[in-house]
Nanobody, 120 residues
């Protein structure tokens, strides 16, 4: 069984920073694309940032220049550094990973979500 475990959410004031982490554990053969999505109350889940296995990144327009996604392949971990946070960034943030486990089975996994609240 492969699991994604997130950490790093919390309550901050506007303009402050947070760093989210998501570690994949279990028998993993290969981690492909990893990413962060978020869902605010009453809204659909949206993509925040993606990072490919080779390190290429993609960001939602709303977070470009403020958020940075990175990964440590030795730790099977993806990070989201969030700077200059705004109240509209308030949401539950979900980690996502596409991977092949040790049996060569493809899996598209989601973490349990971590709450980020930005006060004005």
């Amino acid at each position: 069984q492969v699991h994604l475990v997130e950490s790093g959410g919390g309550l901050v004031q506007a303009g402050e920073s947070l760093r989210l982490s998501c570690a994949a554990s279990g028998r993993i053969f290969r981690l492909n694309t990893m990413g962060w999505h978020r869902q605010a109350p009453g809204k659909q889940r949206e993509l925040v940032a993606l990072i490919l296995e080779g390190g290429s990144t993609n960001y939602a327009d709303s977070v470009k220049g403020r958020f940075t996604i990175s990964r440590d392949n030795t730790k099977n971990t993806v990070y989201l550094q969030m700077n200059s946070l705004k109240p509209e960034d308030t949401a539950v943030y979900y980690c996502n990973a596409a991977l092949y486990d040790s049996t060569w089975s493809y899996q598209n996994l989601w973490g349990q979500g971590t709450q980020v609240t930005v006060s004005s």
